[in-house]
């Protein structure tokens, strides 16, 4: 258990508070705000962002640092995740240290993710299962508004 524990720490520092993890977050907020919905169109138009002039190509350019930044981050919650279920990091530290922060992006997320467990239902399995858990209904962001909303069930596309 202290093992655990201590393994579950050393990942946090390791990654979460790195200077490369808060780069990564920083990129996301730029290319996909708090508290704003994406979709999987969304993600991946700023994956392939494009610009004709100086100025257009280094929006573009912060556009597809910032589609890569959301990936890295839902993998490595989805990471997480899976290591809470293999019973290798500590759940109840990792919820108390990360939970807002995870189910804040996985909430911003959560029509991209659908969309992609359209086609593949594995698809962040661990990451959808745990925020299912962890999330609050009665979750209100800064502004007012409710948040932690549940991921939606999407119609079969076939």
């Keep these: 258990m202290a093992q655990r524990k201590q393994h579950t720490i050393t990942i946090l520092f390791e990654t979460r508070l790195s200077e490369y993890f808060q780069r ?24 392939t962002a494009t610009g004709c002039s ?27 995740a899976v290591g809470i279920a293999q019973q290798d990091l500590d759940k109840d530290l990792l919820k108390a240290s990360i939970r807002g922060i995870m189910c804040n992006l996985v909430d911003d997320a959560r029509i991209m993710i ?7 239902p594995k698809t962040m399995e661990h990451l959808v299962h745990l925020y299912e858990e962890w999330r609050r209904d009665d979750a209100i962001n800064h502004n007012g ?8 069930r999407l119609p079969d596309p076939r």
């Design 24 to 47: 990564t977050n920083t990129q996301r907020k730029l290319a996909f705000p708090v508290d704003q919905d994406i979709t999987l169109a969304d993600w991946r138009a700023a994956r």
């Design 114 to 120: 659908a969309e992609l467990r359209q086609n593949d």
């Design 145 to 152: 508004e409710i948040t932690e909303r549940p991921i939606p």
């Design 54 to 80: 100086p100025q257009d190509e280094a929006r573009a350019a912060a556009l597809r640092d910032g589609a890569d930044a959301l990936q890295q981050m839902l993998n490595y919650y989805e990471f997480l």
